[in-house]
């Protein structure tokens, strides 16, 4: 729990600070709006998109573009939100220094790395190799990963590409070695310059893509489990609503709400038989082990 300062009486106001007027931060907003609404909570929003922490009690930023800005420049607490796990951390290692003291908390964007698993095993179950592909600056733990797979009874075949001239070799690499390849937020590799190409390259291995997003799934993956905006800001909301009351921010979360989306046609292509998305929900949060 971060602590800061004494509660105090009186209408709660929080600057909203989105970083940019994309689709998923305006859908962030309005159902931000809407759960404060619906919680009664005594709080009143200014949203915008430069961060100005006058007269604000706390900053909520969307987005990493505007989590950096408002922990460089605001003096109120920051809640971040819609932003990768490890963004975060970087963040925090650059800013602890100048700013020890302040209040800088977070709903994370990923998914947790059980939730993923049991997300696999129940859409998946056969398929145990798991592939990944990271850039060195995700500082990604890829020997614990690989040992809390190999404890659930699956595999990891991970490589780092370190420029864009080695993401397709290192890609074919993985690819040749695995059952599947596992999307993470890295913007170095699954950016909208390469995303076309990895579809491609993994659909001509038949080795299906696990996306981050609705929109990877639309553009060719073959599942992927996430939190929408409407769901991160539901839990936002709850979040601050507490604020409002006790003026605690809590540690740092990952989302309590997930949304499974599959590809079927893609699936029929690959010769995958894959679950509903009901059917896999329902199995995803239950702690199994890969078939053998």
């Not at 990944?132 to 659930?152: F, M, N």
């Not at 046609?265 to 679950?275: K, M, W």
Request: net charge neutral; glycine share 6%; aromatic share 6%.
């Amino acid at each position: 729990m971060l602590m800061t300062g004494e509660a105090r009486a009186g209408s709660l106001n929080v600057r909203l600070v989105l970083s940019d007027s994309s689709p998923p931060y305006r859908q962030f907003a309005e159902a931000f709006n809407k759960a404060l609404a619906s919680g009664k909570a005594d709080v009143n929003v200014v949203e915008s998109q430069a961060v100005n922490s006058n007269h604000a009690d706390l900053i909520v930023a969307v987005g990493m573009k505007a989590t950096e800005l408002a922990a460089a420049q605001a003096g109120a607490p920051v809640l971040a939100v819609m932003i990768p796990e490890t963004g975060y951390q970087e963040l925090l290692a650059q800013t602890s220094r100048q700013a020890a003291t302040r209040a800088i908390t977070a709903i994370y964007l990923n998914q947790p790395w059980d939730r993923q698993f049991d997300f696999l095993q129940a859409a998946l179950p056969e398929r145990r190799r798991i592939g990944l592909l990271y850039s060195p600056d995700t500082h990604i733990d890829v020997e614990g990963l690989r040992q809390h797979i190999a404890k659930r009874g699956g595999s990891l075949v991970a490589l780092p590409v370190r420029s864009a001239e080695t993401l397709f070799s290192s890609l074919e690499r993985v690819l040749d070695g695995s059952d599947l390849l596992l999307a993470i937020p890295d913007s170095a590799i699954y950016n909208s310059s390469n995303i076309r190409n990895i579809l491609l390259v993994s659909y001509r291995k038949g080795v299906p893509l696990i996306g981050l997003s609705q929109s990877y799934v639309n553009a060719g993956a073959l599942c992927a489990v996430f939190s929408t905006a409407e769901q991160m800001a539901e839990q936002t909301g709850a979040t601050v609503i507490s604020f409002s009351r006790n003026r605690r921010l809590p540690g740092t979360h990952y989302p309590a709400e997930f949304t499974i989306a599959v590809n079927q046609q893609v699936a029929r292509s690959l010769g995958i038989d894959l679950p509903s998305p009901e059917t896999i929900q329902s199995q995803t949060g239950k702690a199994r082990k890969w078939e053998r």
